[in-house]
């Protein structure tokens, strides 16, 4: 019998939907979770915002190719399993006030920082942007 005795892990990943007016700028997204400029918290804050910022997926396509995506399967119901009616609300309504709906993945194995944010769960919610990431499932 062998015995690992080094370091064991076992990887997660979790969705959020970004709802914005326009491109959001970091300093706009730092403002809107209240850190200050010399926080120590700061820099954690600022790699979530590149996680969700950077490489937005327009929310059809990503549900669309997800592998948890059913072929029978419905948006709005992708939605609801994957977060709730809630969740499934808010994006409406975005939709209805001229937001763009994004959808994407936060890993628990990129960094400190993402893998904080992929075990629990935050919305960020301004004028100007919502991001939802209610979808826990740790």
């Not at 010399?38 to 990503?62: G, Q, V, W």
């Not at 960094?111 to 944010?117: C, G, I, K, N, P």
Request: proline share 1%.
């Amino acid at each position: 019998m062998k015995i690992k005795t080094d370091f064991v892990t076992n990887s997660s990943s979790t969705c959020f939907v970004v709802m914005q007016k326009g491109h959001v700028a970091l300093d706009e997204f730092i403002r809107a979770v209240g850190v200050e400029a010399n926080s120590r918290f700061k820099d954690m804050f600022e790699e979530l915002y590149h996680a969700c910022f950077d490489d937005l997926t327009p929310i059809e396509d990503f549900v669309r190719k997800d592998r948890w995506h059913k072929d029978e399967e419905t948006i709005d119901e992708y939605i609801k399993g994957v977060f709730s009616e809630t969740t499934l609300e808010r994006i409406k309504k975005a939709q209805a006030d001229g937001y763009e709906v994004y959808m994407g993945r936060l890993y628990s194995d990129n960094d400190v920082a993402e893998a904080y944010f992929c075990t629990n769960c935050f919305l960020i919610e301004t004028e100007n942007f919502i991001v939802d990431g209610t979808n826990d499932g740790w």
